[in-house]
Structures are given as structure tokens and as C-alpha cells.
């Protein structure tokens, strides 16, 4: 019932309203999950998590407020804004965050990963090493003289679109080997993996920001992808379950 249109701050609107138009929270990551959840991580407040509603809510979100305890909200919807709001922050929402929560889109449908100098993306693909190409995955290494660890990274479908996984094959002694969904970095414009971030992100400074997949792993993401949306089977089936619990979901734009 409610009409959630792009936000910006600039516009046709008068000079002394825009005065009034709050900025979005400033983020540097996202990422989704394959239950659904979406994850933004902002630059003063870390990881906020996102879900969508089953129920024809407008959704929720949880994160840290202003007392620093942790709390559960519901979002909010600005008549004066004609956006999504963040009870928490009281601030709208990103519009890449809108996209997915409202309008039921899948992270790598939204985010558009950049070719790029920076430094970061060199590095990666001078440390990285692909292994093996499969019509299902692509298996690569890592090694900068500090962590070696290999990966198979896929492309799973998932009501909403698809995300992509990564499995942590081989690493050092004591890490553990698990599963996780890539982040997107707002700042770099490119997909991180997850697993060499949190080892790296805070150790050597060239990796600040994050570090990201090799450029043979974006191009490997961006074919899968674009296959998987032009035979969304998986997805169709993966959407129809939920779609059984709440007939009122936005059908995505594949169906």
C-alpha cells in the first residue's frame, strides 16, 4: 500500500526543504545470505541485519543503538521521504538496501562490480592462483606469504535471485574450514571474500578495505549469473515456497 521510490536528497524539491532531507547512514559493505538475510555494514555502527517480512510487513532490522545494546525494530515508512526509514538510526535506508528488502532483489542484481587500479584489486589477482573452472564452480588459491588458503566459490539460487558462496578447501593450521556468502564493498566496487578480510583486514594495511576475489572469479560470478537468470528454474522452485507462505510477496522480476 505504501509507493517506496528512489531516495536522493537533490531534486526538483525547494531549496529550504532539501535542507531538510536527511542524509542515508554512510555504509562500506553488504552482503546476503542464502536464508534471506541482508547485512550493511556501516562505517559508525558495524553490521546491521536485515530481514525480509513473510508476513506483508515492511521488514526488520537489528543493530546497535545510540545506548550501545543491541535491539530489534521494525522499519519504518517516511510519507514525507516515500522511503524506507531505520527506526534505529532514524535515518532512510541506502537505496540498495530499499531494492532488496522492499522490492525483493537479490544482491548480485542490484550491485554492478567495477574494473578498477586500485592497488587492492592488483594484489589480488597477483597473489591469487585459478585451479579449476567448472560448469558449477570455480576453484582457486590465495597466498600473500602470510595466509595460503584455497577456495571453490558457486553460485546458489535463492528465492529472491542468487548469492555467492564460498568454501574454504585448504588453509593454515587452526583455521577453520567453512562456508560463507561474499561481501560487496561499497568503497572498492568489487566482491570480498569473506574468509581473507576478516584474516587480513586488520593485519596489513594494503588490505584495509578488504580483500577482493581475483578478477577471473568476478568473471566466472558474472557468466553463472547471467546463466542462472536465463534458466531460473532453481529459483522459481526456491520462490514458490515461500510464495505458499505469503501469496503477497513481490514476485521477483525473473518469474
Known amino acids: 500500500l505504501v509507493s517506496v521510490k528512489p531516495y536522493t536528497t537533490k531534486g526538483t524539491r525547494s ?8 542524509p542515508t547512514p554512510d555504509y562500506v559493505q553488504l552482503m546476503e545470505t542464502r536464508s534471506g538475510d541482508f547485512w550493511v555494514r556501516y562505517r559508525e555502527h558495524s553490521w546491521f541485519k536485515y530481514c525480509r517480512s513473510e508476513d506483508g510487513n515492511l521488514g ?9 545494546k543491541e535491539v530489534t525494530s521494525p522499519l519504518m515508512y517516511s510519507e514525507t521521504l516515500k522511503t524506507l526509514k531505520s527506526s534505529i538510526l532514524d535515518k532512510p535506508l541506502p537505496n540498495k538496501l530499499t531494492e532488496a528488502i ?10 554492478t562490480p567495477k574494473k578498477s587500479d586500485l592497488e587492492a584489486l592488483r594484489l589480488a589477482d597477483e597473489y591469487s592462483h585459478i585451479e ?9 588459491r590465495f597466498s600473500d606469504g602470510s595466509v595460503e588458503r584455497t577456495f571453490k566459490t558457486t ?43 576478516k ?11 578488504g580483500v577482493p576475489v581475483p578478477s577471473d572469479v568476478l568473471e566466472f560470478l558474472k557468466h ?8 531460473p528454474v532453481a529459483m522459481s522452485s526456491a520462490f514458490r515456497q515461500q510464495y505458499f507462505r505469503a501469496p503477497w510477496r513481490t514476485v521477483p522480476h525473473f518469474m
Open 15 to 22: 531549496s529550504s526543504h532539501q535542507q531538510d532531507m536527511p
Open 60 to 68: 526488520t532490522e537489528r543493530g546497535t543503538g545510540a545506548d550501545g
Open 102 to 111: 522492499h522490492h525483493h532483489k537479490c544482491l548480485p542484481l542490484i550491485v
Open 132 to 140: 579449476k573452472v567448472d560448469e558449477a564452480f570455480i576453484q582457486w
Open 155 to 197: 553460485v546458489e539460487p535463492t528465492p529472491c535471485g542468487v548469492v555467492f558462496v564460498e568454501k574454504v578447501l585448504i588453509a593454515e593450521e587452526g583455521t577453520r574450514l567453512h562456508e560463507e556468502e561474499l561481501i560487496f564493498s561499497e568503497e572498492l566496487k568489487t566482491w570480498l571474500s569473506p574468509s581473507l578480510t
Open 199 to 209: 584474516a587480513l583486514e586488520k593485519k596489513d594495511p594494503q588490505w584495509q578495505q
Open 224 to 231: 553463472q549469473t547471467n546463466k542462472v537468470l536465463r534458466e
